[in-house]
Antibody, heavy 122, light 109 residues
Framework: QITLKESGPTLVKPTQTLTLTCTFSGFSLSTSGVGVGWIRQPPGKALEWLALIYWDDDKRYSPSLKSRLTITKDTSKNQVVLTMTNMDPVDTATYYC??????????????WGQGTLVTVSS | QSVLTQPPSASGTPGQRVTISCSGSSSNIGSNTVNWYQQLPGTAPKLLIYSNNQRPSGVPDRFSGSKSGTSASLAISGLQSEDEADYYCAAWDDSLKGVFGGGTKLTVL
């Protein structure tokens, strides 16, 4: 079965760079149509889409955060890494990674990780 | 402020039918498919509806989705207490970004 799990620091200081890793199993990111996305949710607030990487290394970013985000994949390790630079307290949120497949449409994430809470504070 | 507009709250009694709306624009809902997610308290979102009206395996047929023009709706029939959750609509936008609604908190009275 498909599983995903996020890992990374739970606390970062303002201006630091956040690096999150999504480790997955049950699918391959080299399979046509497959993608992995990142979505975050500030405490008590709505979901916000951040980035998406496809099997062919096509990458999409939220325009409002594009200058701060980088998404990469390591197919051999079954991992996707998201880096976010210049962290600010407003970036405090639970960060989720999720699986997508073009067969079920854009922005349809059918499997999600449990999420990891990242707090930005000095 | 979210690109897709949802009512912040909705409610119903057990057995009732409730609908949640999602309003967008020609660049997102108007030209792309809509997905719906259910988020139970303290858990990750779950895909409830994809491609406007398709249910993933395991999702009860009490949940249904529809789309017309630049708006979409999620309907829940035979409301149950376990349906109490936050619901989000989502769609791709032609400006090459994913957009979510602000979420609707459903209360089962």
């Amino acid at each position: 079965q498909i599983t995903l799990k996020e890992s990374g620091p739970t606390l970062v200081k303002p201006t630091q760079t956040l690096t999150l890793t999504c480790t997955f199993s049950g699918f391959s990111l080299s399979t046509s149509g497959v993608g992995v996305g990142w979505i975050r949710q500030p405490p008590g607030k709505a979901l916000e889409w951040l980035a998406l990487i496809y099997w062919d290394d096509d990458k999409r970013y939220s325009p409002s955060l594009k200058s701060r985000l980088t998404i990469t994949k390591d197919t051999s390790k079954n991992q996707v890494v998201l880096t976010m630079t210049n962290m600010d307290p407003v970036d405090t949120a639970t960060y989720y990674c999720a699986h997508s497949d073009s067969g079920i449409g854009a922005l349809a994430f059918d499997y999600w990780g449990q999420g990891t809470l990242v707090t930005v504070s000095s | 402020q979210s690109v897709l507009t949802q009512p912040p709250s909705a409610s119903g009694t057990p057995g009732q039918r409730v609908t949640i709306s999602c309003s967008g624009s020609s660049s997102n809902i108007g030209s792309n498919t809509v997905n719906w997610y259910q988020q139970l308290p303290g858990t990750a979102p779950k895909l409830l509806i994809y491609s406007n009206n398709q249910r993933p395996s395991g999702v009860p047929d009490r949940f249904s989705g529809s789309k017309s023009g630049t708006s979409a709706s999620l309907a829940i029939s035979g409301l149950q207490s376990e349906d109490e959750a936050d619901y989000y609509c989502a769609a791709w936008d032609d400006s090459l970004k994913g957009v979510f609604g602000g979420g609707t908190k459903l209360t089962v009275l």
